[in-house]
């Protein structure tokens, strides 16, 4: 089963912009909406960003997505250190009725 | 509270079967499509089989299809997966995730998840 494709690292620091790439095709990001996770060493993953930048409640607004065609991007404003973490992007894939995954990126904040 | 809960996992030999459970508590279980999601050691999540709120639909990734099976009982607030001919490859973290309608297939809810170790 094919993957979205994600950035294998990324890294910042305390304070900065970083923003996490994630690329698809026209049956998954290009016309499903894109979800986000979050996942520290040794934990289950947990909901970011989800529908059309739409934040579960206790997720701050220093997390945002968007979508441009069959690419979409996770930007981290206002880097902490507690965001040193694994990210993962998502979506339904129409053509295979599944959800696909990108590869993750972990995150390092120097 | 919120939350889910597998069970099932353990050290199973090459071709044999396993059943994995997830309990659910704390949500609306009846109105949540569910889903199975493994990560192997080391690597990252691979979307494994969802099932619709009703269990009216289902679908599973290549990887598994024809040999893992996804149900639920409602009634239980509990999902299922049975897994069949296993292999190496399937060995993983398995965790349970829930999808609340209209969220665009979001999993706002996880299991803490159940190792599953496939050797010969």
């Known amino acids: 089963q094919s993957v979205l494709t994600q950035p294998p690292s990324a890294s910042g620091t305390p304070g900065q912009r970083v923003t996490i790439s994630c690329s698809g095709s026209s049956s998954n990001i290009g016309s499903n909406t894109v979800n986000w996770y979050r996942q520290l060493p040794g934990t289950a993953p947990k909901l970011l960003i989800y529908n059309n930048n739409q934040r579960p409640s206790g997720v701050p607004d220093r997390f945002s997505d968007s979508k441009s065609g069959t690419s979409a991007s996770l930007a981290i404003s206002g880097l902490q250190s507690d965001d040193e973490a694994d990210y993962y992007c998502?979506?339904?894939?129409?053509?295979?009725?599944?959800?696909?995954f990108g590869g993750g990126t972990k995150l390092t904040v120097l | 509270q919120v939350q889910l809960v597998e069970s099932g996992g353990g050290v199973v030999q090459t071709g044999r079967s396993l059943r994995l459970s997830c309990a659910a508590s704390?949500?609306?279980?009846?109105?949540?499509?569910m889903h199975w999601v493994r990560q192997a050691p080391g690597k990252g999540l691979e979307w494994v089989a969802f099932?619709?709120?009703?269990?009216?639909?289902?679908h599973y990734a290549d990887s598994v299809k024809g040999r893992f099976t996804i149900s639920r009982d409602n009634s239980k607030n509990t999902l299922f997966l049975q897994m069949n001919s296993l292999r190496a490859e399937d060995t993983a973290i398995y965790f349970c995730a829930g999808d609340p309608p209209q969220s665009g297939f979001a999993f706002d809810i996880w299991g803490q998840g159940t190792m599953v170790t496939v050797s010969s």
């Open positions: 998502a979506a339904w894939d129409g053509s295979l009725n599944g959800v696909l």
């Open positions: 704390g949500f609306n279980f009846r109105t949540h499509a």
């Open positions: 099932i619709w709120y009703d269990g009216s639909e289902k």
